[in-house]
């Protein structure tokens, strides 16, 4: 009998200096959207079959301690195959809160911030008064004079009372401000800045247009979610929003659309981009600009093309991805094919390495 083909080995994935691998010390899982150029070696039969049913220490013939059980069986295959996904019988411990009560409402009534690029101290932007609520969400964007250099020279700040303002944050001090819906997220998409509230309707101000009256009336109001927005974010070309809500639902909408794209996996006949948990995360791929990443409450991550030409479902291969704890956001990176999680009250991070061809 002749022998059968041998495996090639896999080598190990090379990283480039700017990936977050080299800054962290356990990665938890590698997405991989390439073709396979290999075939993947199968793990040892004769290990898996010799393993006992009982798990535990046993001695070589030198006396040595080796792994037995399952847990032997996971080990050869570590050995053999690359990890793609969190290894097995992987289940990340939770961390928990360290207090029972939620912060006073004092610590959410001032923002502030630190220009990364250059050495000065924190500075506080402003102090929202107690009568306006509790601040709620911001989101940063570039002011005129900073267009050109693509600083982020202004931050919008929302309000559980519905109070919108905007400051300079070279100067800080108040651009100007409105009285809207309770609000609940903010994105940016050039000079629009869109609120979504609590309500679950979404706006869109233009901020260019004077006097405030007229620019509240000139608004842009678009419903389709039954729950608060939890999350919003534009693609690069300003021409897509992604907006989430605490039910899981994620709607894509057309710049200038009163109604969201036909976009999803098929449910009841219907495309839909549904997750069983509130949505904590989206975020759209800087390099593949229809490739959009949605995360939930509960540590699930999904991928999916958004182009409405496309017949089928709008879902990736892998299309899904949990990773066991509940992820507080979604952030790529513009070095390399790369995302970062964040998740709980631990502050633990994971970050995940694309491969696209």
Known sequence: MSPGPVATPISEPVYAPESARNFMRNPKFVVDYSQPSVVRPQPPA?????????????QDASGNEVQTGPAAADTAVARNVPAILPPPRFHPTTTPSRSGTKPP????????????????????????????????????????????SGNHGVVAVGTSKGLVSIYDVQTKKRVVSWITKPVASLAWNNKILTVGCVSGSICHFDTRITPVEKMKEQALTVTRHQAPITCMEWNADGDVLASADKKGNVYCWKSGDKVPLDIGEFVMRRKKIKHTAAISAVSWCPWQQKNLL????????????????????NAMTPARLDTGSAITGVHWSTQCKEFLTTHGAGGRKYFGRVAVP
């Open 46 to 58: 004769a290990v898996a079959e010799a393993a006992p049913a009982t798990e535990g220490e046993a």
């Open 105 to 148: 409402e004092r610590c959410l009534l001032r923002l502030h911030s630190k220009n990364l690029s250059a050495n000065e101290e924190v500075g506080q932007i402003c102090r929202v008064q107690e009568s306006h609520g509790i601040v709620t969400a911001i989101a940063c964007g570039v002011s005129s004079t900073d267009a050109a």
């Open 294 to 313: 949605t995360a939930d409450v509960k540590g699930v991550i999904q991928f999916w093309t958004v182009d409405p030409k496309c017949k089928d479902s």
